[in-house]
Structure formats: C-alpha cells, structure tokens
C-alpha cells in the first residue's frame, strides 16, 4: 500500500513590473492625467448678473450624468455657460469615456463701489479678505474700502466647500489725495511762507463751478478807477487855480 504525503509549500518569487508614464515639459505631472480642471472665466458684471464661461479640455459628454448636473447651463462642444448673480458658487464634476473626470468650481466675483457693502452671512462662514485695505468683512457683511482688487475666502453653507471669490471695488480715492493737499498746505502755512493764506485767498475769489465771483470783479473795478478820478480832479483845480491868478 503507498502513502503519499501532502503538504503545503510557500515559494517566493520576484517579479519585474514596467511602468510606461509620459512625462509633461515641465517634468513634474503626467501629460495626460486622470483628474482635470476645467478653465473657469467671468465676464462683466450687468443688470441680468455675471456670464460664466466653463471651458473643459474635451466635449461634454452626451449623456444623462452629465446633461443632469448642466442643466442649468447652455452647453455646446467643450464649453459650458451660464448668468449667475454676483457671489453665487457651483461645482461640477465630469467622467469621460476614457475614464477621466473633469471638475469645476465656480465662485462669481464681486464688484463693489468705494463705501457699498453686501450681506454675505448666509452664503458662508469663516470668511477671512486677503488686503483687508481694500475690504473689510464683519459679522458676514463686505465693505468696500478703497478702489483695488482682492480675494475672499470662506466655507459655502451651500455644500460646506471652500470656495475663493475675488472682490474687485472701484471707485475714485481723490478722496485721500484731498486730505494730503489740505495737510501740505497746512505745512506750508506754519513754515511761514504765507502759501497756505495765498491759496485761500484764492479759493475763496472762485466759486464752486470754477469761475471768478462777479461780486470780487465789480469790486476791483471801482478800487482800480478810484485813483485815476481823484488824479483827473487835482489837475483840474491846479489848472482853474493857475488860470484865475493869470487873468489878474
């Protein structure tokens, strides 16, 4: 009778695995990776709101998924648009056929003008202005400060996603270069140099459309008669009294 004894046998091996990669120019990413981001760009504001321009690197796909998450939005070939007011966010995420996705995030600026404020607590929290110079956030309200552009950042209670915005305030700040004049003639004036009192003398001679007072000009007419009346008047006794001695 044969006995054949069976037992278990752990064999290791090593394996070669080739890897085929295309490296970008710039040699840092793959020439085609997997994840993408969509090209995002924001017109002028008007009346009807912002016009969003989402440009992917390929078309849209034609099908449910996709038609579903843009149907917000007029669609045609690789770009996807749309009229969103001031302030308003979306994020929107493709797959492609090949097995890559494609994402977006949309946050419309916001264009104020020097001294306005928008209301922005219930559009997100934690919100923090990159040059607080040109505005301010409180308790959820903007305040445009000075003419400029920054950024905002904050978490949408919409989908508790960071978004950034870009704040663009326009508006003059002759407002400040006002201030500096007053305050250099100010300077002058202490200096002693009697600019500052010449200046307001000036000024006050002129009206606030920019021409002369006619009040000043009547009044520097007759100053500026005056003497050559009263000359006229002592030749002309001279005269009389020269003509009276002769006839004597």
Known sequence: ???????????????????????????????????????VTYGEPTDAGVLVTIKFSQNIPDIAEAKKKLKDWNCSGDTATRTMKQGAIAAISLNYEDGSTESAKVAVPLTLEIGSKIDFSKNATNLKIENTD???????????????????????????????WTIKVKGSNDGNSENNENNKNNKNNNNGNGQNSENQSKSSNNEKDGTISTSKLAKTGSASVAPIFIALIVIATISFIK?????K
């Not at 009778?1 to 710039?26: A, C, G, Q």
């Not at 505005?135 to 989908?159: D, L, R, S, Y």
Request: charged letters at 25%; proline letters at 3%.
């Open 134 to 164: 040109i505005a301010t956030i409180e308790n959820g309200i903007v305040t445009a400060k000075a003419a400029g552009e920054t950024k905002m950042t904050g978490i949408a209670t919409k989908n508790s996603e960071e978004y950034t």
């Open 243 to 247: 003509y009276k001695k002769s006839n």
């Open 1 to 39: 009778m044969w006995r054949i004894n069976i037992h278990n046998e752990t064999k290791t091996k090593t394996f070669k695995l080739n890897w085929d990669v295309t490296i970008s120019n710039d040699g840092n990413e793959p020439a085609n990776p997997t994840n993408k981001t969509a090209t």
